[in-house]
């Protein structure tokens, strides 16, 4: 077994150790131990595979689970605090506005779930990512405001018609006469409020110059000016994007200024390339 | 079937902020009731107007709204169809970040008012296959609009209920 594996194979020990005992009263010398590890080696693995300490990872985690159930439940809050092991009241509101930004009284009445936030259980696939070389820092831009023009449709959970609008888009996009030039393709997903519920909104684009000419069978978007993380990817979405929200966002300090997920993919038409081609991910930020 | 002639108005540039669907509306429902994907997409776009009232107030010229369906080869193959549903905005660059918009070309319409229970039969197939080819005009663009203004009450009063649909077209 080469090294990484080793290594990857006792973190991932590590990992299940910590979510089995989220409710336990657990040092993190316990997760090195699970993992066969010395707590120093174990400290400078977990940070370089999973890009987080143990300690915030298992904090993070129990403030998820934590989150949840001051939404599922009816549980009395403090009871919650001790469950996941804070000794006060106080450290857990604390620790809970930092990852959250609400208070728990104030997230029982108005937050909203998103798992694009929610911190998720770390697996293998999440560690392959991190450790594949295959995502850049991100870089800070100012961007101007774009005009997209494309086929935009409201998705539901489940459906399966991004591949029809790419498709669309293909053959619509002979006739789009005033692209920006070399064209780049768009995807851009909006996400209201219950889009867990009901959906997001995508649309397949490419950047034209004006509106001006826009063909009538295309829809048009604003995309706003401001500050975007630009983020350069090749490989599988999901451990991507949970990498981009969970761990690089909820560690910047930044948040997101709108609810857009960008994805420039240069001229290769997605519905006929593989996941692995390179593309940028921006979000804009606040 | 047969409609009243239809007026033939010139309309300049229209555009709208909105929402749209793209697929087969009739995926979760075949009724003409509002559970299909259209009636999905119309109360998620009034939705929006309602949780914006004050921004949305600024932003759209009338409670008129539009329903947008656009031709294409995905129709035909598959019975995806493009539908926009949106009201009119002064500016485009008005604009906000979560509405998608569509610019209606300057052109001449071709109207039909729809009354009663005629809002619900199959009115396209006589509109373009019996009336455009004996009209002396051809389809402007791939694109026809519903206009629902007081007149139409909802699909549960159709019969009290008036309808004007567009179909841009152009002289032969």
């Not at chain 1, 090294?3 to 409710?23: C, V, W």
């Not at chain 1, 798992?115 to 820092?137: E, P, V, Y």
């Not at chain 1, 293909?170 to 909006?190: C, D, G, M, W």
């Not at chain 1, 000016?225 to 969970?246: D, H, L, N, R």
Request: glycine share 4%; net charge negative; hydrophobic share 40%.
């Amino acid at each position: 077994m080469s090294p990484d594996a080793h290594a990857m194979t006792a973190l991932l020990k590590a990992l299940d150790f910590i979510e089995d005992s989220l409710t336990e009263d657990i040092k993190i010398s316990d997760a090195a131990e699970a993992a066969s590890y010395s707590l120093y080696h174990f400290c400078r693995l977990f940070n370089r595979y999973v890009h987080h300490t143990p300690y915030d990872y298992l904090m993070r985690r129990r403030l998820t689970e934590a989150a949840r159930e001051l939404k599922k439940t009816s549980k009395q809050i403090i009871d919650i605090a001790f469950d996941y092991q804070f000794n006060t009241h106080e450290t857990f509101c604390r620790a809970f506005k930092r990852v959250t930004g609400m208070q728990p009284q104030e997230w029982r009445k108005k937050g909203i779930e998103d798992r694009r936030f929610a911190f998720s259980r770390r697996t293998k696939q999440h560690l392959q990512f991190i450790n594949g070389g295959i995502l850049s820092k991100p870089e800070l831009i100012e961007h101007r405001a774009r005009i997209l023009a494309g086929i935009s449709s409201l998705i539901q959970p489940g459906a399966d018609t991004v591949r029809s609008l790419w498709r669309m888009l293909e053959r619509e996009s002979a006739f789009i006469h005033n692209a920006v030039q070399p064209i780049s393709l768009y995807s851009v997903k909006t996400y209201p409020d219950n889009w867990e519920q009901d959906g997001i909104i995508y649309m397949a684009a490419v950047e034209v110059k004006t509106l001006d000419e826009v063909n009538p069978v295309l829809t048009a978007k604003l995309l706003p000016a401001g500050t975007y993380a630009v983020f350069s990817i090749a490989g599988p979405y999901p451990p991507a994007m949970e990498y981009v929200y969970q761990t690089w966002l909820a560690k910047s300090g930044r948040r997101p200024a709108y609810p857009l997920e960008i994805e420039v993919m240069g001229k290769d038409w997605p519905h006929t390339s593989s996941e692995d081609i390179k593309r940028k991910i921006l979000i804009p930020i606040v | 079937m047969t409609f009243n002639k239809p007026k033939i108005v010139y309309l300049g540039r229209i555009v709208l902020a909105g929402f749209s669907f793209f697929g087969d509306p009739f995926a979760t429902s075949a009724e003409w009731t509002e559970e299909n994907e259209i009636g999905r997409l119309c109360h998620r776009f009034m939705e929006y107007v309602e949780e914006n009232e004050a921004s949305a107030k600024n932003l759209f010229r009338s409670h008129i709204s539009y329903e947008v369906w656009t031709w294409n080869e995905e129709a035909a193959a598959k019975g995806n169809f493009d539908i926009f549903v949106g009201m009119e905005v002064d500016t485009v660059e008005a604009v906000p970040y979560d509405l998608s918009v569509r610019i209606l070309p300057p052109c001449e319409y071709a109207v039909f008012t729809l009354t009663g229970e005629e809002i619900t039969t199959d009115w396209y197939k006589p509109m373009y296959e019996e009336w455009l080819p004996q009209s002396g005009y051809a389809e402007a663009y791939p694109y026809q609009f519903q206009y629902y203004d007081q007149r139409f009450k909802g699909m549960d009063q159709v019969a009290e209920s008036e309808l004007d649909v567009y179909v841009p077209v152009i002289k032969k």
